[in-house]
């Protein structure tokens, strides 16, 4: 009879900063751009350059240490990793092990089975490497530096997750309170948020950890979902099978959704760590703390709990806007336009969600203006153009931010509201549609119906149904 095991699952989460320049000199972070423009001395590690330490890193390490209810290490201090790897141009990466700048905090995440802590072991600052480019055609590799030297922070979990649902909870909080900060953007696509998953097994109840391994190259919240699960397939068909689980550092490939080993653990003293000798240490004292915290933006908790109070919008559809930043503040930008929270959410909630579904983009990839929408909405309010129209304008403010009001304007799309000339059109349809009137005044109500699409197509949709709904019972 087979046992049952429970999963266990720390784990490094590494976030690009969303600073201008990287963390010790003063190139570009821009991402993309032609190979090995965005370098110079010190981010490609040549002999004799010196670093020097972004301040906007620390700050932003900070900010994201306090909103994860972390201790600030008031004295820290950056170490050498050192390992050779064609990427890594100093044949050293600039990290912080023995001292990182954010210890001990816990984020809360929601599970089905309710809420739950997961702590934090620490976050530090270090630096990316380069990025090696296959050449498959040309049987080499080619090296681009321009991401070598980009400001990173590690977030390390303790080992608290049971499974792949509470993993991804603890990976949306973490990327919506960064994106919040604006700390980063955390784009899985582009790399700027990676996660390292460190996962054991052992028999359900035993308090003893199991052999653990780590999976790396985990770009999509499914990969990293679908990563755990077969991890956790592979690692119980070994012990089934009386063999062991050996710790090493795993690839998982989407494609063929499997993963392989790429090379066994390295424990920490294989790096030969040691301070830097080219960076004094960091001394962060409380005044600079209490600045940092007097300038945190309101996070979604906070944000929530207002919007509750102040917009008279359901529960579930304030949850679906805060859960973006971007999204709570097109939301509240708009608002201020127009004074309609309600219709302003209407929108966002029912056709902005419906064409990021249809377009598989994210809320953060919104480019409309809150202008445009809250033009669009005082158009249908003011009667100039009705629902059916105003959700084909939308269509077009959603793709290229056009400007509504000039849209209708050009294409003549107006709501016909004029009484004289609706009564004319609807008097045609009801002497071209003779059967429809008999059925309405048999007791039909859908005849009704069927004689107002009449009317709005022989108006091409731009009639105002209000009116040809009244003027039509007159008739009747």
């Not at 990173?152 to 603890?170: F, G, H, K, T």
């Not at 919008?313 to 973006?324: F, G, H, L, Q, R």
């Not at 403010?397 to 849209?407: G, L, Q, R």
Request: hydrophobic fraction near 35%; glycine fraction near 6%.
């Amino acid at each position: 009879m087979s046992k049952n095991y429970e999963t266990v699952i720390g784990l490094e989460v590494h976030v690009e900063l969303a600073t201008k320049t990287k963390i010790f000199c003063s190139c570009s972070t821009e991402f993309g751009g032609a190979p090995n423009v965005h370098t110079c001395p010190v981010c490609t590690g040549a002999p004799g350059s010196l670093p020097v330490l972004n301040k906007q890193v620390v700050e932003y390490a900070m900010a994201v240490g306090l909103a994860t209810n972390c201790q600030i290490t008031r004295y820290s201090k950056f170490d050498r990793k050192n390992y050779f790897y064609p990427d890594n141009p100093q044949n050293y990466q600039i990290s912080q092990l023995y001292l990182p700048i954010c210890r001990n905090g816990s984020v809360e995440i929601e599970t089905d089975a309710g809420k739950k802590q997961v702590r934090i072991h620490e976050i530090h600052m270090e630096e990316d490497a380069g990025k090696l480019v296959h050449d498959e055609w040309e049987d080499v590799s080619i090296v681009d530096f321009n991401r070598s030297g980009v400001p990173l922070i590690e977030i390390v979990s303790e080992p608290d997750m049971r499974s792949a649902d509470e993993v991804i909870a603890y990976l949306e909080k973490l990327r919506q309170t960064i994106q919040y900060l604006g700390a980063s953007d955390c784009k899985l696509n582009e790399g700027s948020m990676r996660a390292d998953v460190n996962l054991s097994v052992r028999e359900t109840g035993s308090s003893k950890f199991g052999t653990r391994t780590e999976m790396k190259n985990l770009n999509s919240f499914k990969a990293i979902a679908h990563a755990i699960e077969g991890e956790r397939e592979r690692q119980i068909e070994l012990l089934e099978a009386g063999r062991k689980v050996v710790q090493e550092t795993r690839r998982w490939d989407d494609n063929k959704e499997s993963s392989h080993a790429m090379r066994f653990k390295e424990d920490a003293q294989d790096y030969r760590y040691f301070p830097d000798p080219d960076l004094v240490p960091l001394v962060i004292s409380d005044d600079w703390i209490s600045d940092v915290k007097a300038r945190q933006p309101e996070l979604r908790e906070e944000k929530l709990a207002r919007y509750k109070k102040e917009y008279d919008i359901p529960e579930y559809d304030a949850k679906i806007i805060t859960a973006s930043k971007h999204m709570a503040d097109l939301f509240e930008a708009t608002t201020k336009i127009c004074g309609k929270p309600k219709k302003v959410s209407n929108w966002l909630m029912v056709e902005t969600m419906r064409l990021l579904k249809e377009h598989d983009m994210d809320a953060e990839d919104i480019r409309f203006s809150p202008e445009n929408l809250a033009k669009l909405i005082g158009l249908v309010e003011n009667g100039t153009i009705n629902g059916s129209v105003a959700k084909e304008v939308f269509e077009l403010v959603f793709a290229d931010n056009t400007d509504p009001e000039k849209y209708v304007e050009e294409k003549g799309l107006k709501s016909v509201n004029d009484e004289d000339e609706l009564r004319a059109a609807i008097e045609q349809v009801i002497k071209e549609n003779p059967q429809s009137v008999e059925d309405y005044h048999n007791g039909k109500e859908k005849a009704l119906g069927f004689l107002v699409g009449q009317t709005m197509k022989a108006t091409k949709g731009k009639a105002n149904p209000g009116i040809v709904n009244k003027i039509l019972k007159e008739i009747l």
